[in-house]
């Protein structure tokens, strides 16, 4: 069965730091290209970060380049998000993505809030 199950989401002061996890299971997290994704209210879902199979290269929506950084291990089967500086609006669901042609996965969501 697979899953993807993503934490660290809550409430944070503008300023503040958050860093999500997602953690996969039932397939072979090593071999699929990982992402983050985000969807606030009355708004499209949109790619917030890309991380190769290896690691080895990481592409950034231009609104979190220098602010976030996608990361994983392989070991762990777990894939990571650790965002600094965030403002109110980053404030939406984040999903995470697992990519190998032709298959995909979407993990559930976690709610993360910038609010003072």
């Known amino acids: 069965q697979v899953q993807l199950v993503e934490s660290g989401g809550g409430l944070v002061q503008p300023g503040g730091s958050l860093r999500l996890s997602c953690e996969a299971s039932?397939?072979?997290?090593?071999?699929?290209?990982m992402s983050w994704y985000r969807q606030a209210p009355g708004k499209e879902r949109g790619l917030v970060a890309h991380i190769t199979s290896t690691g080895g290269t990481t592409t950034y929506a231009a609104s979190v380049r220098g602010r976030f950084t996608i990361s994983r291990d392989n070991a762990k089967n777990t894939v990571y998000l650790q965002m600094n500086s965030l403002k109110p609006e980053d404030s939406a669901v984040y999903y995470c993505?697992?990519?190998?042609?032709?298959?995909?996965?979407w993990g559930q969501g976690t709610q993360v809030t910038v609010s003072s």
């Open positions: 039932g397939f072979t997290f090593s071999n699929h290209r």
């Open positions: 993505r697992a990519q190998t042609w032709p298959q995909e996965y």
